[in-house]
């Protein structure tokens, strides 16, 4: 079990420092400010460190930490960690680089050893050559960006899993400027023996954590198969959205045979996602919109979706775009067609992609939707409202966001413009309804929200 | 023998690649449908054979020595009486004894041709990572041009197989394609599993390839099996 790492009574910074700027210290204050738990500072040459008594060794602390984190050089850390073993800690990130990861004899040396005493006494190991947790409901942050370089979201619910430190940085501070909440992230670098399959078994029962979100580059030998098992069970409960780094092909198995040679690395990752019912996006773009979606909308019962817009020629785009993606955009029924007629100008078109044109304002919008949405024929409603029309003033989006809950489907926006479209956004993601700048990316991220639904269904 | 038995064997000579019969054996204890083969020495005990096997014929020579078969004559197809398959066997042990006088020679393999039906591939690999793993596609440029294929981890199930027919682009021409009647995509999804379980069970297969397997309209035939072994 890996919970300890997320839920310490107790955790020992070994290599912790007063400097300002060095790991130790950034690490240290990251623990004042957020950790609720008891901190033990240890480095040999200091008494006291931020007020806290400092350690001159694992052996002197007066207890067993439920966590260590390891600052310290390379060269240092088997020591360390035999002592950490005998003093009973079962859980431990190592930050420090220097292992594997260098290609060097001695590396690779070092990093044995690890693995060896690990082992030995049962310790589970993050990293080494990591920035291991960031844990916004306990406090553990073990990233040693400092808060003025990279900001911490909120709390939330969308976890993170990543093989590079720096993307997970990245992402982390670009939720924080996007307030999009999150529970817990890890970046296991080396992964000398916590690795993917690991933590996901660990998000399964993590009920902080509503939706996954998950960077790979490749997995451990011969860990596919349990990779696939813990996935499929953790996609049961919530959805993980899966970006595989590295996919150009290896090709230079291919003279054994036929089948070896095309067997690129990226064609069974690409089978091993699909059949562990992960979502994959191909990009980072995606993987924010699908996530977006994922964190703020209900599962489709089908795959039929009706387009309300006020622009005609946005309608056909999005109707291409959700082609594209395999939805069906059914016509609309004679009898929706005749209430619409019965409510609508004239010069409107009824015909899905319903367009209620330039003149438009928030009311024609929900006179229709109130129409569409209750229907048990619509799976989904995509709303595009270019705010440039002058009928548009606000009340549209309050309307949206209260009609999502009321209907329990998905509704999803296309704005696109400048300042007004903007502020539309903001309003409306405020309130659940997720906008996308361009009918593609909308498409795509509703796609993902449908394939799993179908996998959801599978697994009910 | 059984499939353990012919690796076995096959490893104790030193050998990584099954000869064609031994790997046909293995297929066939797995229930993949393939010809009947039999390894004949001469021309006579061909001629015997003939006429049970039924026609048209084709011999293929059967050496650990030899890969490229009709470099050196080992290869004849479609002979259609015991006097042609007698003359057959004796002109290709001739012929190969002469091109490659260094070849150990098991003998001639005979069997009666498969008619043809749509040429697919079924192909298996073992993965440093996902373990064993399963491919399909259609023969010919959709695999060596377009690499149309699709992969599975094992253990596959029917449904998995079926799955990965759709998958591929060209999934129409196993519809049925101008004129030509679809062909049993069950057979062939049964073959996939039967890979995938022949891999399964025997973990000193690096991989297989059964190219082509023949799909028709109410059944699937594997015509050529290649099983490479683990180096020890």
């Not at chain 1, 690779?108 to 050893?113: N, R, S």
């Not at chain 1, 690795?195 to 660990?202: A, E, K, S, T, Y």
């Not at chain 1, 005609?312 to 609309?332: K, S, Y």
């Not at chain 2, 001469?42 to 006429?51: F, H, I, T």
């Amino acid at each position: 079990m890996i919970d300890k790492f997320f839920n310490p009574g107790s955790v020992a910074i070994i290599g912790a420092s007063d400097k300002p700027g060095k790991v130790g210290r950034v690490i240290l204050e990251n623990f004042l400010k957020k950790f609720n738990g008891r901190i033990y500072p240890v480095n040999p040459n200091y008494d006291e460190i931020m007020g806290l008594k400092c350690y001159k060794s694992v052996s002197e602390l007066p207890e067993a930490p439920d966590l260590a984190v390891v600052v310290i050089p390379a060269p240092g850390v088997p020591a360390v960690l035999e002592e950490l073993g005998a003093k009973g800690t079962r859980a431990v990130i190592i930050i420090s680089g220097g292992f594997r990861e260098t290609n060097t004899p001695q590396g690779e040396m070092l990093e044995k050893q690890v693995k060896e005493i690990a082992g030995k006494y049962g310790i589970r190991v993050i990293g080494p050559n990591c920035i291991g947790i960031f844990d916004n409901w306990s406090g553990v942050d073990t990233f040693f960006l400092p808060e003025e370089k990279m900001k911490r979201p909120p709390k939330g619910h969308v976890g993170f899993i990543s093989q590079s430190g720096a993307f997970a940085s990245a992402i982390i501070d670009w939720m924080a400027y996007n307030n999009i909440g999150v529970s817990r992230a890890v970046s296991y670098g080396n992964k000398v023996d916590v690795d993917d399959v690991d933590l996901l078994r660990f998000f399964i029962e993590d009920e902080k954590t509503r939706i996954v979100l998950m960077y790979l580059e490749g997995l451990k030998t011969s860990r596919g198969k349990e990779f696939i098992k813990a996935a499929r069970e953790l996609v049961k409960v919530k959805p993980v959205v899966i970006y595989k780094a590295g996919k150009t092909s290896r090709g230079s198995m291919a003279a054994a045979s036929h089948t070896a040679a095309l067997a690129g690395d990226y064609s069974l990752y690409k089978s091993a996602i699909k059949q562990a019912g992960l979502i994959e996006a191909e990009s980072f773009d995606e993987i924010m919109d699908i996530a977006k979606v994922f964190l703020t909308q209900p599962l489709m019962n089908g795959n039929r979706v009706y387009v309300v817009t006020d622009a005609g020629g946005v309608g056909v785009m999005l109707t291409d775009a959700l082609a594209t993606q395999g939805f069906e955009m059914p016509r609309t029924p004679p009898d929706l067609r005749e209430e619409l007629r019965s409510i609508l100008p004239a010069h409107c078109i009824v015909e899905n992609p319903i367009d209620l044109t330039g003149d438009t304002d928030d009311e024609r919008y929900m006179k229709v939707l109130e129409k569409i949405l209750p229907r048990s024929d619509v799976d989904a409603v995509v709303v595009v409202a270019l705010p440039q029309v002058p009928g548009i003033k606000g009340s549209l989006a309050d309307y949206l966001i209260e009609a999502k809950s009321k209907y329990g489907k998905p509704i999803i926006a296309v704005a696109i413009g400048g300042e007004e479209a903007r502020k539309i956004s903001m309003k409306l993601e405020s309130g659940g309804i997720p906008v996308f700048e361009s009918p593609e990316r909308a498409a795509k991220a509703l796609k993902a929200l449908y394939t799993y639904s179908m996998i959801r269904r599978r697994c009910d | 023998m059984t499939p353990r038995e012919i690796i076995k064997n096959a490893l104790n000579e030193g050998r990584t690649k099954l000869l064609e019969h031994e790997a046909f054996q293995v297929i066939k204890y797995y229930g993949i449908n393939s010809p009947d083969v039999v390894v004949v020495t001469s021309g006579e005990e061909a001629r015997s054979l003939a006429d049970k096997i039924g026609y048209p014929v084709a011999l293929k020579i059967v050496s650990p020595d030899i890969s490229h078969k009709s470099d050196v004559g080992g290869v004849k197809l479609n002979l259609k009486n015991p006097e042609e398959v007698a003359r057959g066997v004796d002109e290709m042990l001739k012929t190969v004894r002469s091109k490659a006088p260094n070849a150990r020679l098991v003998g001639v393999l005979m069997y009666r041709m498969a008619p043809q039906g749509l040429e697919v591939i079924i192909g298996g690999v073992r993965d440093g990572i996902f373990g064993p793993v399963v491919m399909f596609g259609l023969g010919g440029i959709f695999v060596e041009v377009l690499k149309d294929v699709s992969f599975r981890v094992s253990p596959i199930r029917k449904e998995d197989a079926l799955e990965m027919l759709r998958e591929i682009k060209s999934y129409k021409i196993l519809e049925g394609f101008r004129g030509q009647p679809p062909v049993n995509k069950d057979a062939i999804a049964e073959m996939i599993v039967k890979t995938s379980r022949l891999l399964e069970e025997n973990p000193e297969i690096e991989s297989i390839d059964l190219n082509p397997v023949m799909a028709y309209p109410d059944s699937a035939m594997a015509v050529d099996a290649r099983i490479i072994l683990k180096r020890q």
